[in-house]
């Protein structure tokens, strides 16, 4: 994705969202925000995006759910699984359900960055 893509954030900490949606912002990107898995799935029907950037630990619908539900309608969506508590959930896990990417929280930007240029 090159800056001017669309670019869910979907995590219940707002805090994080805020800074992640600033720094995607500042470097280009159009960014839409939702605080769950439900209202993802909202957005992704009203808004156009180009791909999202998941978190995995969330109320109502979590990232598992939410990838899952978005991978059986649009496969070729593309979605970075984000997460402090990879502990919890195997790398196969969280693969299974096709998400394109898998990376820890703190997210350091550049990392994050070349992620999303590659896809």
């Known amino acids: 994705m090159k800056p001017g893509s669309r670019i869910l954030i979907v995590d219940d900490n707002d805090d994080f ?4 949606a600033t720094a ?9 925000e939702a605080a769950d898995g439900e209202e993802a799935l909202t957005k992704l029907k009203t808004t156009n995006n180009d791909m999202a950037i998941v978190d995995l630990d969330m109320p109502k619908l ?14 070729d969506f593309p979605i970075i699984m984000v997460t402090g508590y990879a502990q ?7 693969l299974s359900v096709g998400v394109d990417a898998f990376l820890q929280k703190p997210v350091p930007m550049e990392k994050l ?5 590659r896809m």
């Open 17 to 20: 969202r805020f800074m992640l």
């Open 88 to 94: 919890f959930y195997s790398a196969a896990e969280i």
């Open 113 to 117: 960055l070349d992620v999303i240029n």
């Open 24 to 32: 995607l912002q500042n470097h280009g990107y159009l960014v839409t």
């Open 62 to 75: 979590n990232g598992l759910a939410l990838s899952k539900k978005v991978k059986d309608a649009a496969p």
